[in-house]
């Protein structure tokens, strides 16, 4: 796709991947609109676009998308269902507030992103969604069980959903990034972003080469790792 005056969603642009894209598709000339709770700040750009928004919250996401269209000229080509969080911990004795926070955030947000955009792709007979998966959805982790389930849903749900979507010209990608440096590891003990993780802009610039595939080609898998995660 020419990025050229399309119109990409973004969720969770704050910080991380979800700030590193928004801005990486600003620069290829596309219009951006940012749904999260926390607007990305100092991002000042003529065709970005913030509009609060709770991903787990349907009602929220409906009318971020409703908004979106009135504000920005009434097609939607892209979205990258970024927003996700994990929280760590041991199976026995997993806080289930912990656990439902998980999957009502990545897995049901991204199902009600996804359902929000669909209908105008349809119509529009074009459209690119980009889900953020994880390494911990091809593998799992060790202490990260509940986060491990919500990003291999994110797997079977990009695989099942490109099947639905593909003979209608909208690609569906899952990204797998191993250690990325942002805010993720914030809230995660014993591990703490550092240099040698890879960085949300070398992965913001893999989902625009991504998105700029000539349209009989789709990247439907993407793996990424650090080269040497612990030097
Ligand atoms: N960092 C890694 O190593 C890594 C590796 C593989 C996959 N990923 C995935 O990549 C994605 C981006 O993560 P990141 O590393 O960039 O982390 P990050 O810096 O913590 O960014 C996460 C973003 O998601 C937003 N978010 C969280 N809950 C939300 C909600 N309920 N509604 C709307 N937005 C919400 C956050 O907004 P607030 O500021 O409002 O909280 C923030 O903008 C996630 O899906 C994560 O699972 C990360």
Redesign the pocket.
């Given at each position: 796709m020419q990025l050229g005056g399309k119109i990409a969603v973004v969720?969770?642009?704050?910080?991380?991947?979800?700030?590193a894209t928004a801005e990486a598709l600003l620069a290829a000339g596309a219009r951006v609109a940012g749904?999260?709770?926390?607007a990305p700040q100092g991002l000042q750009h003529e065709h970005f676009r913030f509009f609060a928004?709770?991903?787990?919250d349907e009602k929220a996401v409906n009318a971020a998308c409703q908004a979106t269209l009135a504000d920005m000229g009434g097609a939607i080509h892209v979205l990258i269902n970024?927003?996700?969080?994990?929280v760590a911990g041991l199976v026995d004795g997993f806080s289930t507030d912990n656990w439902k926070l998980m999957f009502d955030?990545?897995v049901h947000?991204l199902f009600y992103c996804t359902r929000a955009v669909l209908p105008l792709m349809k119509t529009q007979q074009e459209g690119h969604i980009i889900n953020?998966?994880?390494?911990?959805g091809i593998a799992g982790i060790e202490k990260m069980a509940g986060y491990c389930a919500t990003?291999f849903a994110v797997r079977g749900f990009s695989q099942a959903l490109l099947k639905e979507v593909r003979s209608e010209g909208i690609k569906v990608s899952c990204f797998y990034?191993?250690?990325?440096q942002?805010?993720?590891?914030?809230d995660i003990p014993g591990t703490e972003a550092n240099d040698s993780?890879m960085h949300?802009e070398d992965v913001a610039a893999t989902i625009l080469y991504t998105l700029q595939a000539p349209q009989n080609f789709l990247i439907a898998d993407v793996e990424m790792r650090p080269l040497q995660p612990r030097k």
């Open positions: 969720t969770g642009v704050s910080g991380g991947i979800g700030r749904w999260g709770r926390t928004c709770d991903v787990r970024n927003a996700g969080l994990g955030t990545n947000g953020l998966s994880s390494i911990a990003k990034p191993g250690s990325t942002t805010n993720f590891f914030d993780m949300p």
